[in-house]
T-cell receptor, first 113, second 112 residues
Framework: DGGITQSPKYLFRKEGQNVTLSCEQNLNHDAMYWYRQDPGQGLRLIYY???????QKGDIAEGYSVSREKKESFPLTVTSAQKNPTAFYLC????????????FGPGTRLTVT | LAKTTQPISMDSYEGQEVNITCSHNNIATNDYITWYQQFPSQGPRFIIQGYKTKVKNEVASLFIPADRKSSTLSLPRVSLSDTAVYYC?????????????FGRGTSLIVHP
């Protein structure tokens, strides 16, 4: 099956630790996105990447870092500099062509205590 | 980026048609409109996209008036499983990038 996988589904970390969230897609999509969602809120864009080895900051990039070394993979690192890291994190991809449809993964719920 | 405004919540009953309207007064000429559905603790799922007039697929219709300052998602004969949050997005490709903005969405509750 083609799609986007995110792992793990639930993640628990102590404050002050960096943590990396995985996002893999086998859809051969060029563009990939990371969003953060807080309870009762919409999605906010953290980072996006249009092609391999290139990525851009979104609206709330502070405290996060990404890499795009392979087309299929777009990992997100939540650093200790992120003041409120507890949230639901969603990864998405898009073909990069004429369609505006984004395909979303199942999400990772990160809890930092 | 065009900002969107939607009702925070709506209620309906099984079998009824539901229309959710999104306002996007400063939509740009090249902007497209897309709608997503999200269930709790899941990623959003694409429903439909359009530029003008009417678009229809197997699950929904999208009505866009000539001035494009609003759009209406129409869900025919909803069921309990349509209870979800619905997001309206407006955005366009610029220099190879597409950066849509999600609002807070409309929480639709379908009652038996």
């Amino acid at each position: 099956d083609g799609g986007i996988t995110q792992s793990p589904k639930y993640l628990f970390r102590k404050e002050g630790q960096n943590v990396t969230l995985s996002c893999e897609q086998n859809l051969n999509h060029d563009a990939m996105y990371w969003y953060r969602q807080d309870p009762g809120q919409g999605l906010r864009l953290i980072y996006y990447s249009q092609i391999v080895n290139d990525f851009q900051k979104g609206d709330i990039a502070e405290g996060y870092s990404v890499s795009r070394e392979k087309k299929e993979s777009f990992p997100l690192t939540v650093t200790s500099a992120q003041k409120n890291p507890t949230a639901f994190y969603l990864c998405a991809s898009r073909t990069g062509a004429a369609s505006y449809e984004q395909y979303f993964g199942p999400g990772t719920r990160l809890t930092v205590t | 980026l065009a900002k969107t405004t939607q009702p925070i919540s709506m209620d309906s009953y099984e079998g009824q048609e539901v229309n959710i309207t999104c306002s996007h007064n400063n939509i740009a000429t090249n902007d497209y409109i897309t709608w997503y559905q999200q269930f709790p603790s899941q990623g959003p799922r694409f429903i439909i996209q359009g530029y003008k007039t009417k678009v229809k697929n197997e699950v929904a219709s999208l009505f866009i008036p000539a001035d494009r300052k609003s759009s209406t998602l129409s869900l025919p004969r909803v069921s309990l499983s349509d209870t979800a949050v619905y997001y309206c997005l407006v955005g366009r490709q610029a220099g190879g990038s597409y950066i849509p903005t999600f609002g807070r969405g409309t929480s639709l509750i379908v009652h038996p």
